[in-house]
């Protein structure tokens, strides 16, 4: 064998050993990076005080002791809904849970882009969950009841009905907020003819509040500032929101509207393709901790999904209905929601907000 090709054998194998290191570096570099990637959940959520919330006594001190970083995925309900649908045919997409309201994760469910919830990966197999609010297809979080909040410095009687808020008297008063565009047009509905199930004669009695003067606000957070500041003295809201409202200071008071308190739900729903399921199943399971819902409740003033957790009375008190209220409780019609939803906030940006 001439030198020259045993020098070239030699080096065919030492080539050969390089390529093999290297796809074995390559193999283990891919393990550890998926490794990673387990450990991390994706949350779609609104931002705001909700997303400090989760932060504060979910993600921090539940998931971060266990190794599992939460990254956010902020934007309004509209356009996470849009990004789910246009991910869904993926095999991957880039969110693991999407926090929304209840029609949203119904219209979501309808659309094929949610993963059903496998019970038995949640504690006690789901059966702490509150069964007026439990899905098959979401792990409720909060819910609560939409109530009127109003200044009582500036509205000496309380009160009593949605149709309070057309007195001509303050209706350049009244604070109107653009993200909840479904829940005042139902609250408009049910004092003009309509229905949970008919939103249509809702828009013009809207219409009429607006010429009346009444103010558009951005968001739920430039409302409780408005409200402080007294520009704002009534408003449609959640009654959770109220209770936080007071806990920072906004002067108000809340009053229960005789046509019916309409039910809230904030829950999470786990993408199809979500890439990190056992992250996703361990944020959900996070959230239901007695220490959690309790801090939603003092924090946020919701009622939680854990029928199992006691609340402190002073919790208890400020944040739960009376028996009449319940009585007159109004689910809405998710069904009517996801059929006319995009019409409606088509009118609302094109019609009510002109």
Same mark, same amino acid.
């Given at each position: 064998m001439t030198r020259r090709l045993l020098d070239a054998r030699i080096n065919r194998r030492g080539a050969l050993k390089g390529i093999g290191a290297a796809a074995i570096v390559s193999a283990l570099s891919g393990r550890e990076a998926a490794a990673q990637a387990g450990r991390r959940v994706v949350v779609g959520t609104w931002g705001g005080d909700y997303q400090n919330l989760l932060t504060q006594h979910i993600a921090d001190p539940i998931l971060r002791p266990q190794g599992i970083e939460t990254l956010w995925d902020v934007g309004n309900e509209p356009p996470r809904k849009t990004k789910m649908l246009a991910e869904r045919r993926l095999p991957r997409g880039t969110v693991d849970i999407q926090c929304l309201s209840g029609p949203a994760g119904f219209e979501m469910n309808q659309a094929g882009a949610l993963e059903p919830?496998?019970?038995?990966?949640?504690?006690?197999?789901?059966?702490?969950? &509150?069964?007026? &609010?439990?899905?098959? /297809?979401?792990?409720?979080?909060?819910?609560?009841?939409?109530?009127? +909040? /109003?200044?009582?410095?500036?509205?000496?009687?309380?009160?009593?009905?949605?149709?309070?808020?057309?007195?001509?008297?303050?209706?350049?008063?009244?604070?109107?907020?653009?993200?909840?565009?479904?829940?005042?047009?139902?609250?408009?509905? +049910?004092?003009?003819?309509?229905?949970?199930?008919?939103?249509?004669p809702g828009k013009a009695k809207l219409l009429e509040l607006r010429r009346m003067g009444a103010q558009i606000v951005p968001t739920n957070e430039a409302m409780a500032q408005a409200l402080k500041n007294e520009e704002i003295w009534m408003c449609i809201m959640w009654k959770a929101r109220g209770v936080m409202w007071q806990n920072a200071g906004v002067p108000i008071q809340m009053a229960a509207p005789r046509e019916g &308190?309409?039910?809230?739900?904030?829950?999470?729903?786990?993408?199809?393709?979500?890439?990190?399921?056992?992250?996703?199943?361990?944020? &959900?399971?996070?959230? +239901?901790?007695?220490?959690?819902?309790?801090?939603? !409740?003092?924090? *946020?003033? /919701?009622?939680?999904?854990?029928?199992?957790?006691?609340?402190?009375?002073?919790?208890?008190?400020?944040?739960?209905?009376?028996?009449?209220?319940? !009585?007159? *409780?109004? *689910?809405?019609? /998710?069904?009517?929601?996801?059929?006319?939803? !995009?019409?409606?906030?088509?009118?609302?940006d094109r019609v009510f907000k002109a």
């Open positions: 919830i496998d019970w038995s990966k949640i504690r006690d197999n789901g059966n702490t969950i &509150v069964p007026e &609010v439990k899905t098959t /297809y979401s792990i409720p979080h909060i819910f609560t009841g939409r109530v009127i +909040l /109003y200044n009582p410095s500036k509205i000496t009687t309380p009160p009593t009905s949605y149709n309070d808020l057309w007195n001509p008297a303050i209706a350049n008063k009244v604070g109107i907020i653009d993200i909840q565009y479904q829940t005042t047009l139902e609250s408009a509905a +049910l004092i003009a003819g309509g229905s949970r199930s008919n939103y249509e &308190v309409g039910l809230y739900i904030s829950e999470f729903c786990i993408a199809k393709n979500a890439p990190n399921k056992d992250a996703a199943y361990a944020f &959900v399971n996070a959230s +239901l901790e007695a220490s959690a819902q309790t801090g939603f !409740a003092r924090s *946020m003033g /919701y009622n939680g999904s854990n029928r199992t957790v006691s609340y402190p009375e002073d919790i208890r008190s400020r944040i739960a209905f009376t028996a009449a209220e319940q !009585a007159n *409780m109004i *689910m809405p019609d /998710y069904e009517y929601l996801a059929r006319n939803d !995009a019409q409606i906030r088509d009118w609302w």
